[in-house]
């Protein structure tokens, strides 16, 4: 989610030509719409079932608290295994072996310190969104709206990253690779059906929904997986024997360095997404926010084994799915279809179906097409929840409030705000959308990769060295926190833009143009540890003495849950 590395080679590779394509856009096309129309149709009517119930806060942003550990846990998982995780890592593996292997790793590590560190003490500390945790023992008008504009920021890139793809890759599967008007309809559509998800849903409609695209996707890769395996008799010995004579690299494919064993410039990058992506899941604010769904602490500790069991078996068979490819394919002809890879699961499904031409290939390759394509809706559903309930329960109520009392009395001042909450929400999740169609139209034919790298790097630099501060230092003050967020938000930001991901290269965002002083594409290797040393060094320059009955307040609901809402 984590999410979105198979647009590292620039947007413009899924729109890389073959005969592949050709095929694919000629005698594909009815059975993939069939399936699409049935996903949304399906999701529509959850949407409009969840829509009939009573819109209290508590209901619309975390689903009346309701959800079982098993149910939660598939939602999570359904949140983090973006298209990215389907299509790309296997893409990666398929091209470069055990260095696409490396992806799988780092997206399930990161699960383990979500486990250990923050998914039980969140559920009890907050109510809806991080802000909540910050300020519970801070000044709350400054920690939420820091809080609240880097979860924003992180769930917009996100978003744009998630939609581009969406309209890369319908437009290579319904229009051809130069179909500008099938992906850019597909980016207003993909758009269109979030805002409806969110604005009338709410999270019991964005949680049935992500556990759907679980059910799905799950499905999909084990019946690919299975396949897989059975043409090999089982021996995953042959099958990654063949796959490394298929790659041509020869036994080099199964051993580190073929994309990350050149300069010191790409060691030190592969080094920095990789502590972007462990330590950034933890702070990834449509991850946080699903802890609240569940009615207790321990139900919030389950919902997250469930998940790692799941995303764990998925990042299992992706490695089946990516050497797959590499053997019956050939790394070269995954390469000619599409320079990123993204395209290795479809031509590895067509294959297993019995080849191009044939029946069983075209429909093997619409449902890989429709599982990536639900996969897409359901995780941007999930990232503009978030972001609205930011906007509304961070940034507006904070704006709103001047005081604990208000005329009617604190209960009716109270009811009042959560209904206000919940409308600024419905709005605020149109105008993200809104925002996030513009940003993807705009960036159709850009590199998109650094954005999810980004929204990864933000939330590791600024939600999550907060968020352990405010758990386990007692000295920790509201500076410290403010200047947490915003140490780790701006640098990350600013080192993005003087990277070569925006200028300097062939595939930038600004490819004419060359003004980029740091050297790596992600820059969490630097930005982390600087979120870190600005929650320090404003703790210790603050002249705010600790509150410590406030800390020993938290700390006992952290650990115990007491008085958890």
Known sequence: MGAGHWHRAG?????GGGPFLAVAAGDRHGLAIVLFTLFVSVTLAITAWAGRRRSSSVEFFAGGRLFTPMENGFAIAGDYMSAASFLGISGLIALFGYDGLLYSVGFLVAWLVVLMLVAELVRNCGRYTLADVLAARMRRRPVRIAAGTASVTVSILYLVAQMVGAGSLVGVLLGGSDSRTARTWTVVGVGALMMFYVAFGGMRATTWI???KTVLLIGGTVALTVLVLVRFHGDFGRLLH??????GHGEAFLGPGLKYGGSWTSRLDFISLGLALVLGTAGLPHILSRFYTVPT?????????WAIGLIGVFYLMTIVLGFGAAALVGSAKVHDSNAAGNTAVPLLAEVLGGGSGTTGGAV??????????????????????ASSASVAHDLYATWRRRGPDAPGGPAAAQGEMEQGEVRVAR???VGVGAVAIALSLLAQD???????????AVAASANLPALLYSLFWRRFTTRGAVWSVYGGLLPSLLLVALSPVVSGRPDALLPGVDFHVFPLENPGLVSVPLGILAGWLGTVTSREPADDAAYAEMEVRSLTGAGAA
């Open 297 to 305: 602490a321990r139900s919030a500790r389950r919902s997250v084994v």
């Open 427 to 429: 709005f605020a999740a």
């Open 210 to 212: 992500q556990i759907v």
């Open 11 to 15: 947007a413009g590779a899924l729109n």
């Open 242 to 247: 063949t796959a490394a004579a298929n790659s």
């Open 446 to 456: 850009q590199n998109v990769a650094f954005l999810v790298g980004l929204a990864f």
């Open 364 to 385: 093997l390759f619409a449902v890989v097409g429709a599982v990536a394509f639900a996969t897409i809706l359901a995780v941007v559903a999930g990232i503009t929840l």
